[in-house]
């Protein structure tokens, strides 16, 4: 079992930064990949970025070039950080873990970008 915890969502203006952590705890040794998702008001959920356990990122076209995804080993912890917020980033921001037999979810965040 994997635990997921994220945090550092909030209300950010348009051209803003923020940062969203995903802390994991349980059997974290069996991870491979971490994936942020998000889903917005009526919209289906969808990739925004995604880190293996060997440290390879892939980006949604939408974020690519704004956004880093990254990850702190020591405290299995995974780290998206987003810069020039668009209002249409506004959404509920999800963590996901992968691992060989399962997947494991978050809570969930929210982000609101808007002046």
């Known amino acids: 079992q994997v635990q997921l915890v994220e945090s550092g969502g909030g209300l950010v203006q348009p051209g803003g930064s923020l940062r969203l952590s995903c802390a994991a705890s349980?059997?974290?040794?069996?991870?491979?990949?971490t994936t942020w998702y998000r889903q917005a008001p009526g919209k289906s959920r969808e990739l925004v970025a995604s880190?293996?356990?060997?440290?390879?990122?892939v980006y949604a076209d939408s974020v690519e070039g704004r956004s880093t995804i990254s990850r702190n080993n020591a405290k299995n912890t995974v780290f998206l950080e987003m810069n020039s917020l668009k209002p249409e980033d506004t959404a509920v921001y999800y963590c996901s873990v992968a691992t060989m037999q399962n997947r494991y979810w978050g809570q969930g965040t929210q982000v609101t970008v808007s002046s």
């Open positions: 880190i293996s356990d060997g440290g390879t990122a």
């Open positions: 349980g059997n974290t040794f069996t991870i491979r990949a």
